[in-house]
C-alpha cells in the first residue's frame, strides 16, 4: 500500500552513483557497476568512499557493460529524474519511490503535485542550549519544548519502512467520498493518492472510533446513575433504622430529602460556637 513492492530490489545509493559520474564515468555504466557490488555485498553498511575507488578503477578496466544486471537496474530511477522530483519537494528517498511506483514517468507525479503540493509542516524551532537566555527567553524555549512533546505524543506511529514518508503522508488531504468510489484498484492509483486515500480511511476510522466512544459513555452514565440510585436506597435504609444520626452541614444539605422523609424528633446543629436546638 505504501510503496511498490521492491524487497527483491536493492536499493538504489544515489550518493554512490553521484561520485562515479562525477568521476567521468558514464550513469549507465555506473549504475552497472553498483549493481555489481549489491550482488556480492551482504552487509548493508558499506564505505562509500572505498566502494567508488574500487568501482572507478574497475570501470576504467571495463569490468562492466550496458545490461549486465537487468534485474537490479531496471527498477532504479535516472538521476535526473531523482532530481526532477525532489524539485518538487520531495527528499531522495520518497522520490526514488514514487517514481518506482509510476514506472520511472516523472509526468504522474507532476500531475499529482500540481493538484496539491507538498506543503510540509514547518520544522519545530529550538533555540542552542549554550545561548544566555533571560527570564523571557527561558518561558519561550520551555514553551517551544513542550509543544513539540506534545506534537510528537499526539503524532500517529508509521512502520518503521515507510518512518520516512510519514510527513508526506500526512500533509496530503483526504480523499473525498466521490474520489474513493470511483477507485476500482488500489495498486493502479499513484502514490501520492494511496496516501490521499490512507487519509481517508483514518478519518473514516476516527469517526467509528468516537461514534463507539458515544456509545459507551452513554453506557457508563446510565450505569452510573443506576449504581447512585442503589447507593442512595441503601443510605436511606442505613439512615431509617439508626436511632442517632450525625452529619456535617454539608451531610445535612446532600441528604436534605431524606431528612425530610425522615422527620427527626431532634435536629442538632453545630455551627463555630452558636448551637441551635430544634
Known sequence: MWTPNSKKNHELNVEIIRQLVCKGAS???AREAYASSCTRRKNDEIDVIEVVK???QKIKRKHFYIGMYPAYTVHWPMLKDIDEVMHLGYSEKVAIVLLQNAKMNVEIIKAECKRFPV???KEPFFIEED???DEEEDLLREAK??????RQKQERKLPIEVEEFGKYIRSVPEMTENERKKITVIWNLPLQARWRLYQFWVSEAKVLVQRSLLEHE????YYKSQVNELNKKLDKIILQNAKVIG???TGAARYQSYLEELRPAIFNFFMSTFNSYW
Open 54 to 56: 574500487d568501482l572507478y
Open 218 to 221: 452513554e453506557h457508563y452514565f
Open 119 to 121: 506543503q510540509l509542516p
Open 27 to 29: 550513469e549507465k555504466m
Open 131 to 133: 545561548e544566555v537566555f
Open 247 to 249: 452529619m456535617t452541614t
Open 145 to 150: 519544548k513542550d509543544e513539540e512533546k506534545e
